[in-house]
């Protein structure tokens, strides 16, 4: 028998394990309105129809009717978690892994799980059920969905802790809304349907208004709305493969450490839903340092964005309008969104322009949207806070030491020089601190150094008055130069600082790229890699590789001895399951003290980076972002890799099969020209000599031994050459008959041709076949038919039309074989207990090949009371396809 | 009286020494060359009426020999081959070989097909204004065929392939070469179009149609009219 192909088993195997589990949401305004009541009837339903239906969790808040529906149903048991003092009941992802049902049902997405539990949030369990493909049925009201948060605290009044990100909906195969009446709500909670009594009254008071309702419905209805339209538009385009996102539109927004930022990200998401659009949150980075709060903020704001979808962009820069065009153009960007902030009324007072207008007037083709931000509760952190951080303090004092000195050295000098010359030296202070200290230390010391100046050497001295006008007048012009050369000299050094920072980047990346060039090996390459990590993070770092069929590779670690225990291990693999970040800073397991990253190439985890942080602190912005490329650069590293394996092996096959090819041309040509040779002696020596009887009679037999010895060599060849991939079948129209008296002449030798008799149906019969592989396969069929069939028994040779196939059945009147050996007559060397004559028990086996080769079946059996019979179903050509070629 | 001069190319002494046995007992002179150089040179001294060229040679592939030869000569050229070199052979066929012969040979299969191709050699184009052969008759001026006295009614391309493969009786012609010669196309795509149209004119000019005796079909290679003595 043909053992089925390893690779198409495999690939099978994988698309099985790649199917992703099917997600349906529950989708409601509120609670009470039925949600968990649909999702079990239709659960029922799913399970009546065969599906094997698990209950992840379902709470029934102690309602009666969908009480009654869990009966029938079964339910995974949950996990017990005690958390300071009280016990908590949570899912139990890894039982219904375990479990692996078809179709789980997971009550309220946006369910918060347990500290300690593998993911923060119940969705991210879902997320992972969905991703081992089990199909997941669940609930979720509006308020709870990120993106509407905001909307939802306008309207109700009501802070909503509990979010899902908006892409969950995306993941979502289909989205059932639950939809009931504002009036039968109110009706159902006085009837004490939705929560128990006692909590009836004051929840409906405060969050069960009417008009609160009728706003919540509207928002789920155009939620619900928009997922149609959006599944619509992906099904119609699903052929195309254009990539995620069907419109052309880019969108992208700043966004800075305010809490603003937050609604901005928030509400361009929003946007970009509508518009199909992909969007990118760029944060500018500038030359001021920021205060530890702003960073946390900001990489909350960037995290959120990457939650919501965004794609991250950060640059350095001081000229925000600038940065943002730059990043516009490069990244085609149709539209920026801006947020609302009022313009310093000096600012406007001078005539500068604020970053609005900058921008409007740098945008051309872009449309710049300008979107208000509601001053909410939350109040950016003021600066005079700023004024007192440690860092400025420190600023702070250097500057007033220099002032000191200044004043000192002045004071020596006083005698020397002219008052007026000290003024030149308070300003070289002022310049100095300007380009080392920071515009506002030098600010300061501008404003001292004149009060100082004044008081201490223009006369009079010791006190403020001035006498001369001129003196009045140098005065205010060395106030006026000092401000000034002090904002310039600190913005040269903001300057600089932002380039050594740049330039701090590339050299990085580019020391990377430069040791990843000229590494010879991978391993090589990923402990340079490795090392530039350590450096830039302050850590150990390893990388796991990944093999094709998923397996990390435990023992071969590259870079840095991380000891790792048994449950890491099995992360790791989690990691390449999953696709996804595991460990530290991210959503699975974030208490584990590694990061565990995977490096993706097309799709699959090729290795996974781990990461020890020596110190626990947060990643800041700069780390993270070129944390970012280095992992981008390593995958680059194993993709090249990989590629070059594939080419090495694919040119060693390609050079096996040409020396395999050149072996079996060999072979042929030193086997049969001696059996040419041989047979052509023969032949002469009958033909040009006279011979007595019986010397003629030994001749012939010699000529067909020698004909049946090429024969054999013909078959042993053939199969080599399937073996070994070297016989490429080349399919033509061809007339069944003309194969079939090629065949006959073939498998016949001598007198043997009358004992066959073909019956074939009138006219030309046509199938698309290899010639060569189709006439070799009769042959050996009807061979098999002469050799064991009786010495002078006839072998019928039956052409049919059944079914739209064409029959060729091939029978002699011999006795059969055994019927529990039936089905090993194809296979390779099998011959039969009772097998008369010689023969390599291939030819059956090259037969059954053959035909399958050319898309057709061969079937063996015993006909009664006498007789074997072997039937060979081949596609016909239809006779429309034969005529349009003619 | 011999037949004429033919020369055999091949490296194997005992082939050679086979192929002299045959052609010497079938009325032909012999002549032999060991490798292609040879065999171009004993060409042009010794004007063979026929070539046996064997397809693989040490110094060169027959093929290469073959397209040497057409240069100068139009000679007849008859490849000897092994089976499973299809493509090769119909390749030779068209760059101007007139047959091929698949080893084993038979004596018997040799000598006709040699007499067939210095036919047609020694006798181009048809001189004879009727064809008869064994029943089948065809008249070049009125068009009129006829199978055992009775006339057959045949289609411009029947026609058109039936003369094509009487010109070239006794000899093997490629699917692309009856292309060429009654489609007047070299479109392969258009090969099947010759497969059907053979069948319909077997059917005609056949006496048993699923025994065919006359036109008979060359594995992968194309057809060939036999003449039935």
């Known amino acids: 028998m043909e053992r089925p192909d390893p690779d198409a088993v495999l690939a099978r195997v994988k698309a099985d394990d790649n199917r992703r589990g099917r997600l349906k949401i529950f989708f409601g305004m509120c609670p009470g309105v039925g949600k968990t009541y649909a999702m079990l009837q239709e659960a029922r339903q799913r399970q009546s129809e065969g599906f094997r239906v698990w209950i992840g969790v379902v709470c029934t808040h102690g309602r009666l009717e969908t009480e009654a529906l869990l009966k029938g149903l079964e339910i995974i048991p949950p996990r017990i978690v005690e958390y300071r003092g009280t016990v908590l009941q949570e899912m139990d992802i890894d039982a219904i892994l375990q479990i692996r049902p078809q179709l789980v049902l997971v009550d309220e997405l946006a369910h918060t799980n347990a500290a300690g539990s593998r993911h923060p949030k119940r969705y991210q369990d879902v997320l992972e059920l969905l991703s081992a493909g089990i199909d997941v049925y669940t609930t979720l009201n509006v308020q709870h969905i990120e993106s509407h948060r905001e909307d939802i605290l306008a309207v109700t009044r009501v802070a909503v802790a509990e979010t899902v990100p908006d892409t969950i909906l995306d993941e979502a195969t289909e989205i059932t809304l639950v939809d009931l009446s504002p009036q039968a709500l109110r009706a159902r909670l006085a009837e004490g349907k939705v929560y128990v009594p006692s909590q009836a009254k004051a929840a409906a008071d405060n969050f069960f208004k009417t008009e609160n309702l009728t706003a919540l419905r509207e928002m789920s209805l155009r939620l619900t709305a928009a997922h149609v339209n959006r599944n619509l538009r992906s099904l119609m385009s699903a052929k195309g493969m254009e990539g995620p996102f069907k419109s052309s539109e880019r969108i992208l927004v700043a966004v800075g450490a305010t809490p603003f930022s937050e609604s901005l990200i928030r509400m361009t998401r929003r946007w970009a839903g509508m518009l199909d659009a992909s969007w990118i949150v760029l944060h500018v980075e500038g030359s001021t340092p920021l205060l530890e709060i702003h960073k946390e903020s900001i990489l909350k704001n960037l995290a959120l964005a990457r939650q919501l979808g965004a794609e991250i962009v950060h640059q350095v820069g001081d000229d925000l309008a600038d940065v943002i065009m730059e990043i516009a153009n490069k990244e085609h960007v149709t539209q920026i969104i801006l947020g609302k902030s009022p313009q310093k009324p000096w600012q406007r007072w001078l005539g500068i322009p604020s970053l609005a207008d900058k921008l409007v007037g740098l945008s051309g083709q872009i449309d710049v949207h300008m979107v208000r931000i509601s001053t909410g509760e939350k109040s950016f952190p003021k600066k005079s806070k700023q004024l007192f951080s440690q860092y400025r303090f420190r600023q702070y004092l250097l500057s007033l030491g220099m002032f000191a000195i200044a004043t000192l050295i002045s004071l020596l000098l006083q005698n020397f020089t002219g008052y007026q010359t000290l003024g030149v030296l308070y300003l070289l202070t002022v310049v100095l601190s300007g380009a080392f200290l920071g515009r506002t230390a030098a600010f300061m010391l501008a404003t001292l150094s004149a009060l100082a100046w004044d008081f201490l050497f223009i006369p009079p001295k010791y006190t403020f008055t001035i006498l001369h006008s001129n003196d009045i007048a140098l005065l205010v012009m060395f106030f006026v130069s000092a401000l000034m050369m002090g904002h310039i000299t600190s913005k040269l050094r903001r300057q600089k600082e932002l380039e050594h920072k740049q330039r701090l980047r590339s050299e990085a990346l580019y020391e990377l790229t430069r040791s990843l060039a000229v590494s010879t090996d991978l391993s090589q390459a990923m402990r340079v890699a490795t090392l530039q990590i350590n450096l830039l993070c302050h850590s150990l770092s390893a990388v796991i590789l990944v093999d094709e069929m998923g397996q990390p590779d435990l023992k071969q670690r590259m870079g840095d001895p991380i000891e790792l225990t048994d449950n890491q291990e099995g992360l790791i693999q989690w990691v390449v399951n999953n696709k996804k970040a595991a460990g530290r800073f991210s959503d699975t397991l974030p208490q584990q003290p590694l990061m565990y990253l995977p490096l993706m190439t097309s799709g699959q985890v090729r290795a996974v980076l781990l990461i020890k942080l020596l110190k626990d602190r947060p990643l800041d912005l700069a780390q993270r972002t070129l944390l970012e490329s280095f992992t981008a650069l390593m995958t680059v590293m194993l993709e090249k890799d990989a590629l070059l394996k594939i080419s090495r092996e694919a040119k060693m096959k390609e050079d096996t099969q040409n020396l395999q090819s050149a072996l079996l041309d060999n072979l042929s040509h030193e086997l049969k020209t001696p059996l040419t040779i041989i047979a052509g002696y023969l032949d002469a020596l009958v033909l040009y000599h006279e011979w007595p009887r019986e010397a003629l009679d030994l001749l012939s037999e010699s000529r067909l031994a020698c004909l049946r010895l090429t024969s054999c060599v013909d078959a042993v060849l053939d199969l080599t050459k399937l073996d070994t991939g070297n016989l490429k079948a080349n399919y033509s129209l061809c007339e069944v008959k003309d194969i079939l008296h090629e065949a006959i002449k073939q498998a016949a030798i001598g007198t043997d041709k009358q004992r066959v008799r073909m019956d074939s149906l009138q006219g030309p019969l046509y199938v698309k076949a290899d010639f060569y592989m189709l006439t070799q396969a009769l042959k050996n069929i009807i061979h098999n038919s002469l050799v064991h069939g009786p010495e002078e028994g006839i072998v019928n040779v039956q052409v049919r039309l059944m079914d739209e196939r064409m029959m060729i059945k091939v029978s002699d009147e011999g006795e059969g074989i055994p019927q529990e050996t039936l089905d090993k007559i194809f296979d390779k060397f099998y011959r039969g207990a009772k097998t008369k004559r010689g023969g390599l028990g291939l030819g059956l086996s090259i037969a059954k090949r053959f035909i399958e080769l050319n898309e057709g079946s061969i079937e063996a059996q015993n006909l009664s009371p006498q007789g074997f019979m072997m039937s060979v179903s081949l596609p016909i050509t239809e006779k429309e396809a034969i005529e349009e070629h003619v | 009286m011999s037949k004429g001069l033919v020369l055999v190319i091949d490296d194997e002494p005992q082939i050679q020494k086979l192929l002299g046995v045959i052609l010497r007992h079938g009325g032909y002179e012999v002549a032999l060359a060991s490798t292609g150089q040879q065999g171009l040179s004993e060409l042009v001294y010794k004007k063979p009426q026929a070539v046996l060229l064997d397809m693989g040679l040490p110094d060169m592939e027959g093929f290469d020999v073959l397209l040497r030869i057409r240069e100068f000569s139009d000679v007849a050229v008859i490849m000897v081959s092994v089976r499973g070199q299809e493509e090769v052979k119909v390749k030779c066929l068209e760059s101007g070989a007139d047959d091929y012969v698949t080893k084993p040979f038979s004596a018997v299969e040799l000598?006709?097909?040699?007499?067939?191709?210095?036919?047609?050699?020694?006798?181009?184009?048809?001189?004879?204004?009727?064809?008869?052969?064994?029943?089948?008759?065809?008249?070049?001026?009125?068009?009129?065929?006829?199978?055992?006295?009775?006339?057959?009614?045949?289609?411009?391309?029947?026609?058109?392939?039936?003369?094509?493969?009487?010109?070239?009786?006794?000899?093997?012609?490629?699917?692309?070469?009856?292309?060429?010669?009654?489609?007047?196309?070299?479109?392969?795509?258009?090969?099947?179009?010759v497969r059907v149209y053979m069948n319909h004119l077997r059917q005609k000019i056949e006496e048993d149609p699923t025994h065919p005796k006359r036109i008979t079909n060359e594995p992968g290679i194309g057809y060939r009219f036999n003449l039935i003595s």
């Open chain 2, 111 to 193: 000598t006709a097909r040699l007499a067939a191709v210095l036919r047609r050699k020694t006798t181009p184009g048809i001189v004879d204004e009727v064809f008869d052969n064994a029943g089948l008759r065809l008249e070049f001026n009125t068009r009129l065929v006829t199978l055992q006295g009775q006339a057959i009614k045949l289609t411009a391309i029947e026609y058109g392939l039936l003369i094509a493969l009487i010109k070239s009786a006794g000899r093997v012609l490629t699917v692309r070469q009856i292309l060429r010669d009654v489609w007047g196309t070299d479109n392969e795509e258009k090969s099947n179009s």
